[in-house]
């Protein structure tokens, strides 16, 4: 394509030369361009046969006739025929009159003026400046066509590696989430005294954990429902014993124990203890844990574990259930 296109621009100079060449030709002969050629068939010319003359036989003018050539009566006569007889005269000589042709010349246009060696050159120079003006815009426009491809190349591979390398951060995130430690907090009885439940917290993940604070809170409400939206820690009792533990994966550590003893110490008088016996009111208790991933990367943020269990105390037996909104048992 691009071959194509420089051979076309390369005859340019030659068809231009060639046609002012035409032009000097013409221009040096004005007179043969616009003259018209003659006829190349003329209509030949065919004489009429003659025709007898009116006056033939006639006598001049005042002159007398001659003797025995009749009488002055025929000739007075002949006199008065003969303006009619000129008339017929003059328009058989007409007919008589042979056709001819008659050519108009021109008149003859001033010769144009000579085309010098100078303006010669400048005009073979504005033709070479003109053909070097159509390569440098063809070239142009084949490099603003490149460009526009490699910018459009550029944008698709920067697309490209742009989701690359949001895939490997997910991918890297979810290995360091695979890998990070999860502490989750579940509910057991005690093995040693009767109606009593230990509040434990164990390492589910696969990294070190350290705790880094841990609060507990017991309330009473009339029914898990009647919690506010939010967990409230302001005034909850902070738990120093568990500062700076450090659970490895699989192990666990006791967060609160809670029995029949403690609701006669937690309730204010009988009539509260009744009131929780007949499950007119339940005491519920919520906390918090916060650790952080020993082998984690720096400058993130620590890990937070919510829990909230329900307390059930009967008339002769008890138990204990994790329950409580979503926001009281939310992992991060």
């Known amino acids: 394509m691009h071959w194509k296109g420089l051979a076309i621009l390369a005859l340019l100079p030659a068809l231009a030369q ?5 032009w000097a030709q013409t221009g040096a002969n004005p007179a043969g361009a616009g003259q018209t050629a003659p006829p190349s068939n003329p209509r030949p010319y065919t004489p009429r046969p003659a025709t007898a003359s009116p006056y033939a036989g006639a006598q001049p003018y005042g002159a007398r006739p001659a003797a025995g050539q009749g009488t ?4 007075a006569q002949n006199l008065n025929r003969a303006p009619a007889d000129a008339g017929a005269a003059d328009t058989a000589a007409a007919e008589e009159t042979p056709p001819h042709i008659t050519i108009a010349t021109p008149a003859l246009q001033p010769a144009p003026d000579p085309w010098l060696w100078p303006d010669r050159i400048a005009w073979m120079a504005r033709i070479v400046l003109v053909v070097f003006g159509l390569v440098g815009i063809y070239i142009g426009l084949s490099l603003l066509r490149k460009i526009d491809k490699q910018t459009q190349y550029a944008e698709t591979a920067a697309q490209s590696a742009a989701l690359s390398a949001q895939a490997a951060l997910l991918h890297a995130q979810a290995i360091v989430r695979s890998e990070r430690p999860w502490i989750l907090v579940t509910v057991e009885p005690s ?3 009767e109606n009593r439940f230990m509040i434990v917290a164990t390492n589910r993940g696969r ?3 350290r705790i880094v604070s841990a609060v507990e809170k017991i309330t009473t409400e009339i029914d898990q429902s009647s919690l506010p939206p939010e967990p409230d820690y302001d005034d909850a009792e ?3 014993s568990l500062d700076a533990v450090v659970l490895l994966p699989g192990e666990s550590t006791g967060i609160k124990s809670f029995g029949r003893d403690d609701v006669r110490e937690f309730c204010a008088n009988d009539e ?3 009131r929780i016996e007949r499950w007119e009111e339940v005491i519920l208790l919520y906390g918090k844990i916060v650790y952080e991933d020993l082998v984690g990367v720096e400058n993130v943020e620590p890990s937070e574990t919510a829990w909230c269990c329900w307390y059930i105390h009967g008339r002769q037996n008890s138990g204990m259930v994790m ?3 979503p926001a009281y048992n939310r992992h991060t």
């Not at 002055?72 to 000739?75: D, E, L, T």
């Open 18 to 22: 060639g046609g002012a060449a035409v």
């Open 72 to 75: 002055p009566a025929a000739g």
């Open 191 to 193: 093995g040693k005294v």
């Open 207 to 209: 990294g070190p954990a």
């Open 238 to 240: 902070v738990n120093e």
């Open 272 to 274: 509260q203890v009744r």
């Open 323 to 325: 329950a409580g909104p």
